[in-house]
């Protein structure tokens, strides 16, 4: 017990601060971009006014998750100050209880971007009515309705979305922990590269299209168990070698 807490601190210290730095630094781009480029918000409706800024935002929220995921790939490969790997070669836990430790970590730090995420468009609808423009009891409630990547941050009342979050959210967490086992042991991490790939995807999916969420879900869930399964099998060799020599 007393290893795993040491794990747990180990991966926190290396990705907390740091994954609040890119969060920070992303709700300020996302926020100067939108202020500059609002629409004027006493002639145009919320809706109007985050339309022509979508494409924009979506970017930046698709380059604030890869660089997080990279950051919590890195977890256990670091070779300059801090050491990582050389902690935990002196820990010497079975590679299956590391994945597990670091992949409880990276879940949360991935819930953790999906919250703040929400919260900066939540900011967005008020620097727009900062700057002059109506919010009423159900201006934000239509606007995530009437935007596809407002909503996959806050779906409301859709069910099926919530799920296929925390399902997307879980996967890549044990995806970027599996793959970070496989670089620490110079393997390849396709996987969570290939996770990262769909995400943009997954940012702006069409509301109320339960087809696709399933989809989604079921795609990291595949993904995250392959991952997982060959992180496995370079845990295993290794064992196996020990034993023989």
């Given at each position: ?154 779906p409301m009342e859709e069910v099926s979305r919530w799920a296929r979050n925390l399902i997307w959210s879980l996967s890549v967490g044990f995806a970027a922990a599996a793959g970070s086992a496989q670089l620490r042991r110079k393997g ?38 392959v991952t997982l399964y060959n992180a496995a099998q370079i845990g295993k060799e290794e064992d196996h070698e020990e034993e023989t020599s």
């Amino acid at each position: 017990m007393k290893q795993h807490k040491i794990l747990f601190q180990l991966f926190l210290r290396h990705t907390a601060w740091k994954v609040l730095l890119i969060l920070l630094a992303s709700a300020a781009l996302q926020g100067g971009l939108f202020w500059l480029g609002m629409p004027d918000p006493t002639e145009n409706s919320l809706e109007v006014a985050l339309a022509p800024m979508v494409s924009r935002l979506w970017w930046i929220v698709l380059l604030t998750f890869a660089v997080i995921v990279g950051l919590l790939l890195s977890a256990s490969t670091v070779r300059g100050k801090g050491r990582t790997d050389y902690l935990l070669d002196r820990l010497a836990m079975p590679p299956k209880e590391v994945i597990l430790c670091q992949g409880i970590c990276n879940t949360l730090a991935i819930l953790l971007f999906w919250a703040a995420e929400a919260l900066i468009l939540l900011g967005l609808c008020w620097l727009y009515g900062a700057k002059g423009g109506y919010l009423g009891p159900q201006t934000i409630f239509l606007a995530t309705w009437q935007n596809d990547l407002l909503h996959s941050f806050l779906p409301m009342e859709e069910v099926s979305r919530w799920a296929r979050n925390l399902i997307w959210s879980l996967s890549v967490g044990f995806a970027a922990a599996a793959g970070s086992a496989q670089l620490r042991r110079k393997g390849k991490a396709i996987g969570i590269f290939c996770l990262i790939g769909c995400s943009g995807a997954i940012f702006r999916c069409p509301m109320g299209n339960l087809a696709l969420d399933v989809f989604y879900s079921l795609l990291a869930l595949s993904i995250a168990a392959v991952t997982l399964y060959n992180a496995a099998q370079i845990g295993k060799e290794e064992d196996h070698e020990e034993e023989t020599s």
